[in-house]
């Protein structure tokens, strides 16, 4: 991604309104309790939001460990989502790659991800790891930049297409509006399968 801290102090200005809206987003559909991870989640903007204004408990994830340094010293900002209260119920931080999660089967109610699967090396590996780590029935949100619509982002990764032979299926793909009253990126939302013993039990 090059410079952090620059993306850290861009995206802290530009992207709140975006982040706001994701975080919204999230917390209407998540469970009570539920666990939330996000993935490529930069300097940590959106999980603390997640956090700090929907009490949902967030594990933020990123390839980078110049973001994730960041993101942990963005938790005590007085200006973060998590404001003073940055010690409750802040999220945990890790470095580590979509490709090869370190959580174990089925940890999580939702993986969220923003504007970042463009920059994933193998994104059939990431939504592969997203499924296995995902509860089944569990969903994953995704936003990413529409096709063309950003010339610096032609190419934006099918996610219908990188999801065949996971644990993942693609149940939409909707036009996110933003900024203002333009729609220049995409909400899709995948879901996890159902273990066939779940079936036979529900
Ligand atoms: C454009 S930034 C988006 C950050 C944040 N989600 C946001 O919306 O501001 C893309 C992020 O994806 C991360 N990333 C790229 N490849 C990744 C991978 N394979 N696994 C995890 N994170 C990755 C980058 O390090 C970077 O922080």
């Keep these: ?33 539920a666990r939330i991870l996000e993935v490529g989640c930069g300097p940590g ?43 409750m119920g802040a999220p945990t931080f890790v470095v580590g790659d979509v490709a090869a999660l370190p959580f174990p089967d089925g940890t999580f109610d939702r993986v969220v991800s923003t504007l970042s699967m463009h920059h994933w090396a193998d994104p059939s590996a990431g939504l592969a790891e997203i499924g296995r780590v ?33 644990s993942l299926r693609v149940v939409g793909v909707t036009p996110w509006r933003w900024p203002w ?4 990126a995409q909400r899709i939302e995948l879901m996890r399968d159902q273990n066939p013993t779940d079936d036979a039990e529900t």
Excluded at 5 to 33: E, N
Excluded at 181 to 184: A, K
């Design 134 to 166: 995902l509860r089944p029935g569990g969903r994953a949100m995704i936003w990413e930049f529409r096709p063309g619509v950003v010339p610096l982002h032609r190419h934006v990764p099918d996610p219908a297409e990188h999801a065949r032979g996971s």
């Design 45 to 87: 903007h959106l999980s603390m939001q997640m956090a700090g204004a929907h009490g949902l408990d967030v594990t933020g994830l990123d390839l980078d460990p110049a973001m994730i340094e960041r993101a942990q010293g963005n938790v005590g900002r007085p200006d973060s989502a998590m404001g003073a209260d940055s010690a």
């Design 1 to 33: 991604m090059g410079d952090a801290a620059a993306y850290d102090r861009h995206s802290r200005r530009l992207l709140r309104s975006f982040y706001r809206g994701v975080a919204a987003d999230i917390a209407r559909v998540a469970p009570t309790g």
């Design 181 to 184: 009253r333009f729609s220049l």
